[in-house]
C-alpha cells in the first residue's frame, strides 16, 4: 500500500517569511495530491491540490510542487500571516479516488 | 446548511459501551469515508463506502461497523468500546468520478471520549 511521509513536524517561521512543508510518496500509481489545512479544533479543509500531470500549482501565497520521478511533493507558503497558524496535512491518492493516504501533518506556527 | 454534518460532536462514555456516530453529506456525492484522529494529529482512513458498497477497510478491528441506509448517510457503529478508541472521528465525502476534482469535504467531528 502507499505511505506517505511529511517533514517536518512542526514548524515556526517569523511572520512575513516562507514556509516550506515536504512529503514523500511510495505509490508510483498515486496521481493526486491535495493539502489539507486544519485549525486547532476545526475540520480539515482542502487549500490546494495537484494533478500528476502537473509539475507546479499556485493559489495566491500558496503553491505545491511535485515531482514524480522522486516520488515527492512540496507546499510552499510565502508572506506568512499569523493566521496560516494551523496544522497542514498532505496526501495521496491512487488511480481509483477512493483511497487517500494522509501524512502525519505539520504543525505551523506563525509567529507575529 | 452543512455540506457533511456528523453527530455527535461530543461523546464521553464507559469502556464496553456501544455507541455510534451519524454522518449525513448533501452534495450529491457518490463516496463517503470515515477517519479516526487521534492525539498525535494522525489523521488514518477507517471505511470507504461508495453507493452502498464497502470498498476499504484499513485493518480497523471487526469492533467498528460502518452502516449505509443510503448514498447520502454513513454512520459509524462501535461495539465494546475501549481506552484506545479515544479519538476524533471525521465523515468525508468527495464524487466519485476521474474527470472531476475528487476533493473532500470534512465534517466537524465528533470527539469521544472512552473512561
Known amino acids: 500500500g502507499e505511505n506517505v511521509e511529511q517533514h517536518p513536524s512542526t514548524l515556526s517561521v517569523q511572520e512575513g517569511d516562507s514556509a516550506v512543508i515536504k512529503c514523500t510518496y511510495s505509490?508510483?500509481?498515486?496521481?493526486?495530491f491535495p493539502w489539507y489545512k486544519q485549525e486547532l479544533g476545526k475540520r480539515p479543509q482542502l487549500i490546494i491540490d495537484?494533478?500528476?500531470?502537473?509539475g507546479e500549482k499556485k493559489d495566491q501565497r500558496i503553491a505545491v510542487t511535485l515531482n514524480k520521478t522522486a516520488k515527492h511533493f512540496s507546499l510552499h507558503i510565502t508572506e506568512t500571516q499569523p493566521e496560516d497558524s494551523a496544522v497542514y496535512f498532505c496526501a495521496a491518492s491512487p488511480n481509483n479516488f477512493n483511497k487517500f493516504y494522509f501524512g502525519s501533518g505539520t504543525k505551523l506556527n506563525v509567529k507575529p | 446548511d452543512t455540506a457533511v454534518s456528523q453527530t455527535p460532536k461530543y461523546l464521553v462514555t464507559q469502556m464496553g459501551n456501544d455507541k455510534s456516530i451519524k454522518c449525513e453529506q448533501n452534495l450529491g456525492h457518490d463516496t463517503m469515508y470515515w477517519y479516526k484522529q487521534d492525539s498525535k494529529k494522525f489523521l488514518k482512513i477507517m471505511f470507504s463506502y461508495n453507493n452502498k458498497e464497502l470498498i476499504i477497510n484499513e485493518t480497523v478491528p471487526n469492533r467498528f461497523s460502518p452502516k449505509s441506509p443510503d448514498k447520502a448517510h454513513l454512520n459509524l457503529h462501535i461495539n465494546s468500546l475501549e481506552l484506545g478508541d479515544s479519538a476524533v472521528y471525521f465523515c468525508a465525502s468527495s464524487p466519485r468520478t476521474s474527470l472531476a476534482k475528487n476533493i473532500q469535504y470534512f465534517g466537524a467531528g465528533t470527539r469521544l471520549s472512552v473512561l
Open positions: 505509490d508510483s500509481a498515486s496521481n493526486y
Open positions: 495537484i494533478r500528476s500531470n502537473v
